[in-house]
Structure formats: structure tokens, C-alpha cells
């Protein structure tokens, strides 16, 4: 079965020059859910990986299967899911390297510590909340800006309604693209704005200047905004699962290491 790492890794190695095939494989890794091997069951949201000392120094493994996880383990193994995003947070600053589908997996690679210190920093970035009420909304100008908002917001599941994609103009002269989320969920902001920040940074410029605004349905903003915005849908939660969430599937509240 090939993953959405997999065929990140896939293009890195047909581009080895291509900084934006790396920064993509960097991006899935981030939006990736992985199961991290660990020493023994976790308490409440402390976790203790499992380490290997390795020549470059102590590695944590995940996998982004748990079929591969079981393989390497050579059984079942105490394991935690988490984003990639989270696990990079929890590991930044502490000199851990990743072993990341260890095995015959094609995206099988370690990434060193400095990597995650990175990847950690683009995901604990926050878009900045447009703060001045705009004087006229336009329609979004060309597409650019369109697939990588949307791939975000495609995975926010349940954290809004939906959001509108407009050009603000603001007194002064000064404009830029907005996105206007509406209802989003009471606690979602700060995981929004990061999601996007990281969207932002991965952009390659296409989103450069964006700002977010959080309005409600029916107010004075988000009717301007669907007036001549353009539409993206997020999806909606998915139904309570039947076990408890285990720690760090909540990336805005990530685990603490032991």
C-alpha cells in the first residue's frame, strides 16, 4: 500500500535538486498520522518512546501505518497516534532523531534532530488575525492560493463550518487575500492559524500577506465575504469512535515526553 509519504518520497527521489519536492515530503510528514513506538503504555497524555542509540545519536521510531509498525516490532507494539506536526513539537529542542518507516517502506529515511527543530517551528507559527475591519471585499484573484488553503481546511474536519477566500481591501491603500472562517468550533482558532501558517510557509509565495478573520454566520462580515467570495467546505466531523482518543490525536494539545 502506498501513502501520501511514500509518494512525497517517490518524487525527492526523482528531483533530488528540487527543493520544493523535499519541502512537499516535509509538509505530508506534518500532516501525516504516525504511531509512535513506545516503551510502555502512556499516562494520561505523557508519553515515553521507545529510543535506539544509533551511530548519529538516539532515534525514536514511527510508522504511518500500523501494519508497518507491527512488522518492525515483529509483533504488537505499545504504540501513540499523533500528527507528524505533533511529534515534531514533542521532540524539538531535544536532540532526538526520527526513524521513520524503518523496513522496506519506500519512505523509509531517519531525519535528524535538526530537521524536527524545522518542522517544529512551522507548525508552532501562527497566521496572523486580521485585526482592521476592511473597507470592500473582492472575489479572490486567480487560483494559486486555492490548493493549498483547501488542503489544509481538508483536513480540519469538524474545526468549522466553512470559509470564504476574498481580496480585502483596507483603508490606506494596503490589500491582501483573506479568509474568512465561519463558526469555527470554540478552541479551534490557534490550530486554524497554525494549519495555515504552515500551508503559508509551504506555499512557495502563493500566499503570501494572507490574513484570517473568524466571523460568525450572518454577520456583517461573512455576508460581505459571501457575497463575492469563493467558497471551501470543511469536512464534517467524523463520528465518536467506540475506544478513546489516544494522546496526541489532538494536535493543537500535543503530548508531553517523558
Known amino acids: 500500500m502506498q501513502t501520501p509519504l511514500d509518494a512525497a518520497q517517490f518524487a525527492v527521489e526523482a528531483a533530488p535538486e528540487d527543493d520544493r519536492a523535499r519541502l512537499a515530503f ?10 509512535l513506538w513506545l516503551e510502555r503504555e502512556p ?20 510508522f504511518d501505518l500500523e501494519e508497518r509498525l507491527a512488522a518492525f516490532a515483529e509483533g504488537p507494539a505499545v504504540r501513540a497516534v499523533l500528527s507528524g506536526r505533533a511529534l515534531a513539537a514533542l521532540l524539538a529542542g531535544r536532540g532526538l532523531g526520527l526513524g ?52 489544509k481546511l481538508a483536513l480540519a474536519a469538524g474545526m468549522a463550518a466553512h470559509a470564504w477566500l ?23 482558532e490557534p490550530a486554524l492559524a497554525a494549519a495555515l501558517a504552515e500551508a503559508a510557509r509551504f506555499a512557495d509565495g502563493a500566499l503570501d500577506g494572507l490574513e484570517l478573520a473568524f466571523a460568525r454566520a450572518g454577520d456583517a462580515l461573512e455576508t460581505q465575504a459571501r457575497a463575492v467570495g469563493l467558497r471551501l467546505d470543511l469536512p464534517a466531523r467524523p463520528g465518536p469512535s467506540l475506544r478513546q482518543a489516544p494522546p496526541g490525536s489532538d494536535a493543537s494539545r500535543p503530548p508531553r515526553l517523558r
Open 26 to 35: 516535509l509538509e505530508r510528514l506534518a500532516e501525516a498520522e504516525l504511531y
Open 43 to 62: 499516562e494520561g497524555d505523557v508519553l515515553e518512546p521507545k529510543l535506539f542509540e544509533l551511530s548519529g545519536g538516539p532515534v525514536v521510531l514511527a
Open 100 to 151: 521513520l518507516n524503518l523496513g522496506d517502506a519506500p519512505s523509509a529515511q531517519i531525519l535528524a534532530p535538526e530537521a524536527l527543530d524545522w518542522l517544529a517551528g512551522i507548525g508552532q507559527a501562527m497566521l496572523s488575525q486580521s485585526v482592521e475591519r476592511p473597507e470592500r471585499l473582492d472575489p479572490p484573484r486567480g487560483d494559486a492560493a486555492l490548493r493549498p488553503i483547501a488542503r
Open 166 to 188: 476574498v481580496a480585502a481591501h483596507y483603508r490606506g491603500g494596503r490589500q491582501g487575500p483573506l479568509l474568512v472562517i465561519v463558526d469555527a468550533r470554540p478552541g479551534a
